[in-house]
């Protein structure tokens, strides 16, 4: 269990941190998290960058919960080299509940970014949604430089982002 990273303080009290739960910054070539919770993460539930040593890549994240984001984070889960020196690939999101609880967010429901440049798209796969992503982080993740595929996903609320996904 991965939680109350930050939790209760503003960004302001951060100190220029950036709390995320858990935060993978480069150099990764394999990496598997299965059965685990993420609850009251101060900014994102977890960040995935290509940063500091090099690329982040061939990452699974599977089985999970994620609950009670903070009412001030932006985007939930960030999974991005986009403004990075190095890039990410073959990211995998699948068979998770992700139930930020967070209406009040500057984006409500904190969706996933998926900015990915790497040449094997981040895929995000049979998942239930507390909501659906809006559709600007659908339209500008799926199409192209980032290419994130979305399948066979359940939406408590919203639209299904991809050609592929079904309520």
Known sequence: TFHDSFWGKTPEQWGGAHPDCLEIDGYVGSMTIHDSTFVRCGDSFIGIYGDLGGPTENVTIERS???????????????????HPYHCSGIVFRDNVYHPNSPNAPMPYTPIRTACSGAVPTQVTGNDFQVGPNAFACSVFTAAPWNTVWDRNRFEVGDPCGTNARV
Do not use: H, R, S
Not at 72 to 78: R, T
């Open 65 to 83: 919960l994620f609950v009670d984001g903070a009412p001030y984070g932006f985007w939930g889960i960030q999974i991005t080299d986009d403004g």
